[in-house]
């Protein structure tokens, strides 16, 4: 019933930005926790950020502290993820994931995920 669709994926310049979105439907609570992860090619799926179902909490990996953001608006049943200073090493595919209510940090911990967008870093 729920589906996730992430947009704003693409190639962007070293240095530059890129503002990920995850729009959520048919959902039947709104008290999920919301995460981004993302993975590379042969590399396993890591976690990126999350954020409580108020918006009030949020988790950021170490790798990504200080560049991306992550917001949402559960009135447009929307989840952002502002990425800022890209670097190579953020290429990726970022899926969008959501769990009932409690923030964790491992992929298995959550049980709906989008089909996922591709960021790419080019120097």
């Known amino acids: 019933q729920v589906q996730l669709v992430e947009s704003g994926g693409g190639l962007v310049q070293a240095g530059g930005s890129l503002r990920l979105s995850c729009a959520a439907s048919?959902?039947?609570?709104?008290?999920?926790?919301m995460g981004w992860f993302r993975q590379a090619p042969g590399k396993a799926r890591e976690f990126v950020a999350a954020?409580?179902?108020?918006?009030?909490?949020?988790s950021v990996t170490n790798s990504v502290k200080g560049r991306f953001t992550i917001s949402r608006d559960n009135a447009k049943n929307t989840v952002w993820l502002q990425m800022n200073t890209l670097q190579p090493k953020d290429t990726a595919v970022y899926y969008c994931?959501?769990?009932?209510?409690?923030?964790?940090?491992?992929?298995?911990?959550?049980?709906?995920w989008g089909q996922g967008t591709q960021v790419t870093d080019s120097t």
């Open positions: 954020i409580s179902w108020t918006g009030s909490t949020t």
């Open positions: 048919g959902r039947t609570s709104s008290s999920l926790a």
């Open positions: 994931a959501e769990r009932w209510r409690d923030i964790v940090i491992l992929a298995s911990g959550y049980d709906y």
